[in-house]
Each structure stands twice: as structure tokens, then as C-alpha cells.
């Protein structure tokens, strides 16, 4: 592509540094950050402050800290399955509600079927939320059929 005397074209990279995935992150966190100080700003809002209570909710104290812990893991472990369907080359749509469907199926299993033995317990949860999140994502990838097929 051509702009005047610039001519940019775009080459996927052989070898990259290792330095520049560290660089690239610290960037993006950077600009987010500016970003939403700007916003901030604008709004009337003291960006320092607002960031001082962010940091201080989540993790002032350890009771703070395990409700982070519980807000960010099951999305990191989302995260991770996306990740292997990526790698996998699957699309893979509606991970969260698969996790959600998963865990209402371990609950229901704790619920209406509890056993003694703890490992068959958590062995019955894991097959139930396996088998439900799975099936849920049949529906999903139905769904999404019908929806591209159906469309002007």
C-alpha cells in the first residue's frame, strides 16, 4: 500500500526478539492505562485516585485479594480452553457459558447425588460438567449454523 512517498507492506516475522513480546505487553498496558486516565480526566475524575482504589479494592487487603482470586480464575481457565481450541484451529464460541453450564451440572450433581467417597464425588462432578458444558456447546455451534445460514 502506497501513501505519498511511504509505502507500507506488512511481512509476518521469521525470528522476533524475545524482548519484544515483554515490550509489546508493557506497551499495550501502558496505553490502556493512558487511556483510561484520559477518559478519567475528562470525566473530572483524579486518575490517580481512581487508580489507587481500583488497586486497593482488589488487592488492599487478603480478604480483598481472595475475592480477586475468585473473580479472575474461572476466567483464566476460560481462557486457557479457548486457547487450546485456538491452538487446535476449532472456533470455539460461548466458552463462558459452556464454564457456566459445566458448573450448574457439578452443583446439580453435589445436589441430588451425593456420594460418600469424595473422590467419586469430584470424579461424577468432572464427567457431569464435561458432559453438559460439551453438550452446550453443540447447541451453541447449531446455533451459530443457523444464524450465518440464514443470513441477507
Keep these: 500500500m502506497s501513501w505519498g512517498a511511504f509505502r507500507i507492506s506488512a511481512e509476518k516475522r521469521v525470528d522476533s526478539p524475545r524482548w519484544l513480546g515483554a515490550f509489546v505487553t508493557l506497551l499495550s498496558l501502558a496505553g490502556a492505562l493512558l487511556a483510561g486516565a484520559a477518559f478519567l480526566f475528562f470525566q473530572g475524575v483524579s486518575p490517580l485516585a481512581c487508580y489507587g482504589v481500583i488497586f486497593d479494592s482488589a488487592f488492599g487487603s487478603l480478604y480483598d485479594l481472595s475475592e480477586t482470586g475468585v473473580k479472575a480464575l474461572p476466567v483464566a481457565i476460560v481462557s486457557l480452553a479457548v486457547m487450546l481450541c485456538f491452538t487446535m484451529l476449532v472456533w470455539n464460541i460461548g466458552a463462558e457459558g459452556q464454564a457456566l453450564i459445566g458448573a450448574l451440572a457439578a452443583a446439580a450433581v453435589v445436589r ?7 473422590l ?29 445460514s440464514n443470513g441477507k
Design 112 to 118: 441430588y447425588f451425593p456420594l460418600e467417597n469424595k
Design 120 to 148: 467419586a464425588m469430584l470424579s461424577l462432578m468432572f464427567v457431569a460438567a464435561a458432559l453438559f458444558g460439551g453438550a452446550w456447546a453443540t447447541n451453541i455451534k447449531d446455533s451459530m449454523a443457523s444464524l450465518v
